[in-house]
């Protein structure tokens, strides 16, 4: 056995898929894979928690939670050294904290900054709406005041993080010392991609089936969330196809990876613009499915010329690991997006994007009849992608965590949540449910 490969053996591990993977997955259920995957690679006895049995081989084993409750996180916990999990409901928590393991929260997903967006224009009443969100804070709140550790995906996450938990009390010096400070780690564990090549399609799935052969392709990769602005995308797309015809744009996720989800109102109202603009009617946008199965991606990818994604100057955005854009490096595609965010930069001073101002129509419709116009640009952007993505390969983001699990053992104990908090979710759980029957009747 490697060296690396004993690094973790026979810690008996958990890793937490609160969305359910499988065929459709998007970015959190896949995060989970790679992450047991990588830990299981490092010599952990690893299982994978899963809300119902997947519907195709993970590569790692699994074992399904079923329900969300107390009782069913005990018995995960229960005879487990580590539990790898996002923020969780706080009884769910409590059940978790209870058992003895160590709990490790992956804090990737600025929850608390989407939450608000994701119900946004919801049929909800101001005060069931902040009630909703005050049960989301929380639950982040809890995990950072009873975590034994932490991950999240960049150093401009992780300040953000260090000071939440200076602010939960858990940041403290144990003498006068420079950098005595201690409290709980936290681990920059960025969001990864497949160490294996992208792999194209026996035939095509989009030149000549989608859109024309002569096209240029532009690909939203993923779905179209509430804090996204495909708007001012399909503004410039306008200007863009009246100027040259042969930019077309593919939606690959007009919905979610679960038909749990609802839709968010940012997808709706992108395709009533795009009616308006007459996007659809002549072809310039198409969206090919509600959301293309994780396998298949690759061949979307593969066919197309220009990755694209707006969003808003927001502090969703600050704080936000584009996630999708590691499937760009991947497959060497050249981005535009607006600017914003430590992942688009880090490709911007790669050579491997390229950035809007938010919310300018105009400037995205110059950009994108630039690129389509330049092909020599566009295959530096997708050599400089490809580079890109050696540094961001599963094997090497997941190295720190697997260094994290190993030093656990010198930090000290979380806290399971308290009775009292437990119970003030309770409280706003039920309020929750109560302005949800209100809304219905």
């Known amino acids: 056995m490697s060296t690396a490969a004993a690094t973790l053996a026979g810690v008996r591990t958990v ?7 499988g065929t459709r997955m998007a970015g959190p259920a896949i995060r989970a894979v790679h992450l047991a995957g990588a830990l299981q690679a490092a010599g952990a006895d690893v299982r994978l928690a899963v809300p119902a049995p997947p519907d195709t081989d993970l590569g790692v084993p699994t074992t399904a939670f079923g329900p969300f409750s107390p009782e ?66 929380l639950e982040y709140a809890t995990a950072l005041s009873c975590g034994d550790a932490f991950i999240c995906a960049s150093d401009r996450q992780r300040d953000h993080w260090l000071g939440a938990l200076g602010e939960a009390g858990r940041i403290y010096p144990l003498d006068d010392r420079p950098g005595a400070g201690v409290g709980p780690p936290v681990s920059v564990v960025p969001f990864g991609l ?15 089936v989608l859109v024309p052969a002569d096209s240029v392709i532009l690909l939203w990769t993923g779905g179209l969330w509430n804090w996204f602005d495909p708007a001012t995308l399909l503004r410039g797309l306008r200007l863009a196809a009246d100027a040259d015809p042969r930019i077309r744009l593919v939606v690959m996720g007009a919905g979610h990876a679960s038909d749990d989800w609802s839709e968010h109102r940012a997808a709706a109202d992108a395709m009533r613009l795009a009616d308006e603009l007459g996007l659809l009617a002549d072809g310039h946008l198409v969206v090919a499915a509600r959301w293309v199965p994780f396998e298949q991606r690759s061949a979307f990818l593969l066919e197309s010329d220009i990755g694209v994604c707006a969003y808003y100057d927001s502090d969703e955005t600050r704080l936000s690991f584009r996630t999708r854009y590691l499937d760009h490096l991947w497959a060497g595609l050249p981005t535009l997006s607006t600017d914003g ?16 101002p938010a919310g300018d129509g105009q400037a995205w419709a110059d950009a994108l009849v630039a690129l389509a116009a330049d092909a020599a640009r566009r295959q530096e952007m ?38 009292i908090t437990t119970a003030r979710y309770y409280a706003l759980a039920a309020r929750n449910r109560l302005d949800a029957m209100r809304s219905r009747a």
């Open 341 to 356: 965010g430590s992942l688009t930069e880090q490709m911007v001073t790669a050579g491997a994007a390229a950035t809007l």
């Open 194 to 208: 497949s160490d294996e090549p992208p792999s194209p399609a026996a035939v095509p799935v989009l030149r000549g």
């Open 15 to 21: 890793v937490v898929s609160t969305e359910q993977p």
């Open 72 to 137: 069913s996180f005990r018995r995960l916990s229960r005879g487990t050294d580590v539990v790898v999990t996002q923020p969780l409901r706080v009884d769910v928590a409590r059940g978790l904290h209870g058992a003895g393991a160590r709990i490790v929260y992956d804090l990737y997903v600025p929850s608390f900054v989407e939450y608000p967006a994701a119900h946004g224009g919801e049929q909800r009443s101001p005060a069931a709406r902040d009630a909703l969100i005050a049960r989301n804070q």
């Open 382 to 419: 997708a050599d400089a992608a490809r580079r890109l993505a050696q540094d961001f390969r599963w094997s090497v983001a997941t190295a720190p965590l697997v260094e994290l699990l190993a030093g656990l053992d010198a930090v000290p104990h979380g806290r399971a949540p308290g009775a």
